[in-house]
């Protein structure tokens, strides 16, 4: 299956109208319509385990999660509601794996899901939810609604029915190991070129290392900045540290295109990495979706513990900075205006970083404030878990972004600080498709502006 | 053999057998699905994440992220608030949710009380049971029943007159709140002699209870049994990442 080989997209017609489901599908590859429910239905029953299917029984239909969404909270679009993103998933399982499946199928009560639901119900999935968390927080009976979402991506990706955009992505990933197709030869000169940029040495391939950091092509594209940040405050902490050329960037589009091979795959080139070099941690780049997919998902995908540590690079600041090896000069953000932390979800909610911003904002004397909702019920920025990828999705993103710009513009700040480099994007395409006097900031480089000494 | 004798015979005795082996058959088969080993190493330590799923079954407070960044005032707002994680919304999701959640609490407070304290109830756990204890007066009783009777409605007008509420629910919601609402009233019928016969409006309170007890496994009444085991299972698995419980 190849993303130019029969891709359709049905997306352009109905772009501009958010309110036309039926408009929002792609297919990829030239399976039949049958091929492609089986392919689901198959993946829907072996993903639900004992703990997905306690989930999926104990929904009472109360509605609450609808009030924790980005999307409906946005829209109003009642499709938007949480748990009724997964319903292909749970009509499935109580067809076919649930407590009484057999009577359900017998007296045909629970019908076999249908392609013309699997398209409809392949925006709900991937146009509508950025894995943010924030409904798997309100449910009164402890759902994780996001990880029934994350199990339902994983049917639809193998029924080869995931938007274009964001297939592409994985894909190219999956055949060459980053987005941009980039050989490792092109990345290591890339890598070492943002060195001379910033008049600093990145190390490559240091035998004996202690650490080994990762980044995305993403940022060293957008921000090579963050990616000097980051050795700046490596060389500063006195980190016995490398990049590996085999394993240089960390993102994961399988993990949010639903693709658990190809989750795998990136999984496993960085776990294969660490282990030739035998380092004790890695030290993962301000994306928190690649910091999720390793740390979280890593360990089962890759079938057993990994042998060293997983530690997002705020958690890694944190953690040096409460040893007192990370010593930072007070100052104020880039600009001297007021600064707002806008904190990532997928960082805080699915990857349990919750206190780093706090800890090292304060630590170097930044005055910040926080959006009304803040903390554990951050609103998420709309472009997480592939939306931001996703482009038929962007007149719904936009929808949810403009919530944000105005949380954001009720604090009074002049700039945004964030430390997951899937946020910065998506508030630089907002500033730049609303023309928003805002500047947006990576954590990781105003912790390295602020290095003592 | 009467219409009473009947409900409270191999009426009561078929809706038990179903009622028993129902919910065991339900949960077993859904403990006896796959099982996902956490193998990553957690934040928190074992320790860590069982206190989460305590957390998010039995207490209290809003998730504490920023250490050092709360007032002694915010602690001690957070002690006041003392709800269960999950059961109460958080802070920051009451507004949106206040209104449904208190219908919910109400109705069930009401379910309970009556059950338990209604003298006939009694009567019948002590003849199953042995033990008895005080009933509430009847005057009480009759006004818990007919303010938990509106509060079942105005549960359901919620569920119409919502557009999420009205584009989730299904069969199960709607039957589920009928039989309820019909053991309910013919409870309240038979208790103040009211519809006819008293020995007949009994017979069709019991009858609908019978329902009640064999439907039970198969709809969303299970949640009674589904609200531990989901809520600490959440609690657990989001707590060893360290995140917000």
Known sequence: MTPDNRVSSAAAIAASDIRQPHGHYDEEGGASAQARVNAAVRSFVLDVGAVSALRLDSCVHCGMCADACPFYVATDDPRYTPIHKVEPLKQTYKREAGPFAPFFKLLGLKRKVTIEELHEWEELLFD??????????????????????????????????????????????????????????????????????????????????????????????????????????????GANYTFCSQAVDASNYGYVGGS?????????????????????????????????????????????????????????????????????????????????????????????????????????????????????????????????????????????????????????????????????????????????????????????????? | MDLLSIARGPALKAALAIFFFGITWRLVTIFLLRHNWQLSFAREGRAGAWSGALKSVFTFRRPRLSRARR??????????????????????????????????????????????????HILVLKSFFGVGWPALPTPIITIISVLTLALLFAALMRRLGSPVLRHLSNFDDYFSWSIVTLVF???????????????????????????????????????????TPSRAIAGYLLKRRGAPV
Request: with cysteine.
């Open chain 1, 128 to 237: 509508s939810c950025t894995l943010c968390g924030r409904c798997s927080l309100i449910c009164p009976m402890g759902i994780d609604i996001t990880a029934l979402i994350e199990d339902a991506r994983h049917g639809m990706s193998e029924a080869g029915l995931v938007p274009k955009a964001l297939y592409e992505k994985a894909y190219r990933q999956h055949r060459s190991g980053n987005v941009f197709g980039l050989s490792n030869e092109e990345i290591t000169r890339r890598l070492a070129g943002i060195g001379q940029e910033h008049g600093i040495d990145i190390p490559i391939d240091r035998a004996g290392a202690e650490i080994m950091v990762c980044t995305t092509v993403e940022e060293m594209d957008a921000y090579p900045a963050t990616v000097a940040a980051m050795v700046r405050v490596l060389e500063h902490v």
């Open chain 2, 185 to 227: 009233a013919t409870g309240l019928m038979a208790h103040g002699h009211l519809g006819g016969p008293y020995q007949d409006v009994l017979a069709w309170h019991i009858l609908s209870f019978d329902l009640l007890l064999a439907w039970f496994p198969f709809g969303k009444l299970m949640h009674a049994f589904f609200l």
């Open chain 2, 71 to 120: 007032s002694s005032m915010e602690a001690t707002a957070d002690a006041a608030v003392a709800v269960g994680s999950r059961s109460w919304p958080h802070p920051p999701f009451v507004r949106r949710t206040l209104y449904g959640e208190t219908i919910g609490y109400l109705y069930h407070i009401g379910l309970a009380l009556v059950v338990i304290f209604g003298a006939p």
């Open chain 1, 260 to 453: 658990l091979a190809w989750e795998r795959e990136g999984i496993v080139r960085i776990v294969e990495a660490a282990k030739r070099y035998g380092v004790r941690t890695v030290v993962m780049p301000e994306d928190a979706f690649a910091y999720v997919a390793l740390r979280w998902e890593g360990t089962e995908l890759y079938g057993k513990a990994l042998p060293f540590e997983v530690k997002h690079i705020s958690e890694f600041m944190q953690e040096e900075l409460a040893a007192g090896r990370l010593r930072l000069k007070k100052g104020n953000g880039a600009d001297g205006g007021a600064v707002v932390l806008h904190e990532s979800s997928q960082l805080l909610r699915r990857g349990g970083v919750v206190g780093a911003p706090l800890d090292l904002l304060e630590a170097m004397g930044v005055a910040f404030k926080r959006p009304a909702d803040h903390g554990a019920f951050a609103w998420c920025c709309g472009g997480g878990g592939g939306v931001l990828e996703n482009e038929r999705a962007q007149p719904l993103r936009y929808r949810v972004f403009e919530a944000r710009m105005r949380e954001i513009e009720a604090t009074q700040a002049d700039e945004i600080v964030t430390c997951c480099s899937v946020c910065r994007r998506t508030f630089d395409d907002g500033v730049d498709r609303f023309g928003w006097d805002k500047r947006i900031v990576g954590l990781t480089e105003m912790v390295a502006a602020h290095l003592a000494g």
